[in-house]
């Protein structure tokens, strides 16, 4: 029962960040390869703060989630004069960036050595006490980003993030401001993901650098691609299989040793594979770069 | 201010725009009446879609004033110069091709409150309101130029005659006072073409001013009520579409 919660905990979180990036890469066509680094901001800052301080989880939530987006608007603004390859090169640097910050500055994060946050979330007073309970919370929140992420989407708003996806003179040239959607979309998204990192540090209740490598943006990418760029229940059923993928490959008794690179042949297998021969992935409807 | 002055659009002063040391615009100057269809004519490469690029804030000249209404827009980015009044199509078509015909034409509204971020989430009544008329309007553009039963289509499983007059309706639902349109009948059927003509010559009854670049000369003469040849960057003739069309200049420069 515990691994089943594990595994569906990990599910709701690897779903919000694929949600989140689904907002920026596969709805407003910037492929963004910094995701891991929202994540990581997110995670670091509520577990130094409960760490350190000993603040409230909800307190935790609301100032990750908000420097988050801070950090999204920060990349995202000088990011908007570049476009295409050079977009995903800005990201990729910014991600590096935040790893190297995380593990060298030693005396705010710990550096390679991590964070521990031995504590379960207290929200409204009620303590957390059991896995199951932060899977009910996390199923909650991972709801309720996934119904913001619908509403953005599907309103007029969402609508002009598809036409500067496909177009951005046609959408110049309907008179809208393409800049400031580019940055709206890309600071929210930013926060879902700082989101997913608080809950990922609460749960896994440790934290150390190499969780927010590059790697993890490609694998929250991957997730996206597989599950379908352009529709948000591609990116959780991306989720759903990614995650899966290495419990399957433990059940059907591959030893320990080599299980991480044969998961790694078999991510890296599907992506290439989905990319030659169903570049809109399961259920999506937007081919990056057609 | 006397009232010649009172029924100008608008008024381009001495653009001057270098693409590499190729003159594209020379000392340009023209002035647009309120209310009037204006022809640009001339051969590739005069100018004309430059012209058109500039006045829509897709480049900035090196030298001149544009004033729309009195206002200098020179230094107003694009999607400030539609939302004062200047909408436009382009040469090579530019849809959304992946959603709907309908959907299409809803981008082009101005100022919905639905695509403002706060508006999903606060007051979301009104912006579903507008978006419901917006829709009705919509339904309403697209059933007048004949395309009602392909409202709810993906835009790239119309013909390009269709998609032709789509980018129209698209540019009209933005009211603009002012529409700039980038060959609007080329490579189409004469019966579209028709349409799309009488289409052309209704909108200054709805109080609309046009500029259009057309090479066919035929389809010019019908609609404009007055044109000017361009060749090189500069104004060549300017007149009444009979005169410049006989100008010995106009006839010269077709001829080499």
Not at chain 1, 65 to 82: D, E, K, M, N, Q
Not at chain 1, 85 to 110: E, G, H, K, P, R
Not at chain 1, 133 to 144: D, M, P, R, Y
Not at chain 1, 261 to 273: D, P, S
Request: glycine share 8%; with cysteine.
């Amino acid at each position: 029962m515990e691994y089943l919660i594990h595994i569906l905990i990990m599910i709701f979180i690897y779903s919000i960040l694929s949600v989140s990036l689904n907002l920026v890469s596969g709805y407003a066509g910037l492929i963004s390869m910094a995701h891991s680094a929202f994540y990581g901001i997110g995670a670091y800052i509520s577990a130094i703060m409960a760490f350190k301080y000993q603040s409230p989880f909800l307190i935790n939530f609301v100032s990750a989630v908000s420097l988050c987006s801070l950090f999204g608007a920060l990349v995202g603004i000088p990011s908007l004069r570049i476009r295409d390859d050079y977009f995903v090169i800005a990201t990729v640097a910014f991600q590096i960036i935040i790893f190297n910050i995380l593990n060298n500055w030693v005396s705010l994060t710990n550096g390679p050595m991590g964070i521990s946050v031995i504590q379960m979330p207290i929200i409204f007073g009620v303590k957390l006490s059991s896995h199951l309970e932060f899977l009910i919370l996390i199923g909650t929140l991972s709801a309720c980003i996934y119904w913001i992420s619908y509403r953005v989407v599907c309103s007029p708003f969402g609508r002009v993030l598809k036409a500067i996806r496909e177009d951005e003179v046609f959408a110049l040239a309907a008179g809208k401001n393409i800049a400031i959607f580019k940055v709206l979309i890309f600071v929210i998204s930013s926060g879902m993901a700082g989101a997913a990192g608080v809950m990922y540090s609460y749960y896994i209740s440790f934290i150390d650098p190499t969780s927010f490598t590059v790697m993890e943006s490609i694998f929250i990418i991957t997730i996206v691609i597989i599950g379908g760029a352009g529709k948000l229940f591609g990116s959780v059923a991306g989720a759903i299989i990614l995650v899966l993928i290495p419990e399957i490959l433990r059940f059907i008794g591959i030893p320990s040793t080599i299980e991480a690179n044969i998961r790694q042949i078999i991510y890296g297998g599907m992506l290439v594979a989905f990319i030659i021969w169903r570049p809109k992935g399961l259920f999506g409807d937007y081919i990056f770069y057609s | 201010m006397n009232s010649y002055l009172m029924s100008i659009v608008l008024e381009i002063q001495g653009v001057v725009k270098n693409f590499n040391g190729l003159k594209a615009l020379d000392d340009f100057s023209c002035s647009v009446q309120y209310g009037e269809i204006l022809g640009l004519i001339g051969p590739n490469g005069a100018g004309k879609t430059t012209l058109f690029n500039i006045i829509s804030g897709f480049l900035d000249p090196d030298f001149g004033t544009i004033l729309f209404k009195g206002k200098d827009i020179i230094n107003m980015s694009t999607h400030q110069i539609v939302n004062i009044g200047i909408s436009r199509t382009f040469q090579n078509l530019r849809l959304i091709y992946q959603i709907s015909a309908l959907e299409n034409v809803l981008l082009s509204f101005k100022r919905q409150p639905g695509e403002q971020l706060r508006n999903v989430f606060f007051n979301w009544k009104h912006s579903l309101k507008q978006e419901k008329e917006n829709r009705e309007e919509a339904s309403l553009l697209i059933n007048e130029v004949g395309l009602a039963n392909k409202l709810n289509d993906p835009t790239e499983s119309l013909s390009y005659g269709q998609q032709k007059l789509l980018s129209l309706v698209c540019c009209f639902a933005a009211k603009s006072e002012l529409v700039l349109l980038d060959e609007p009948v080329a490579g189409i059927a004469p019966e579209m073409t028709e349409k799309i003509l009488k289409i052309i010559q209704k909108l200054p009854t709805q109080g609309t001013t046009v500029i259009m670049i057309e090479h066919n000369i035929d389809a010019i003469m019908q609609v404009c009520d007055r044109i000017i040849f361009m060749d090189a960057g500069t104004k060549v003739s300017e007149g009444a579409p009979e005169a410049v069309k006989n100008d010995p200049r106009v006839i010269h420069a077709y001829i080499d």
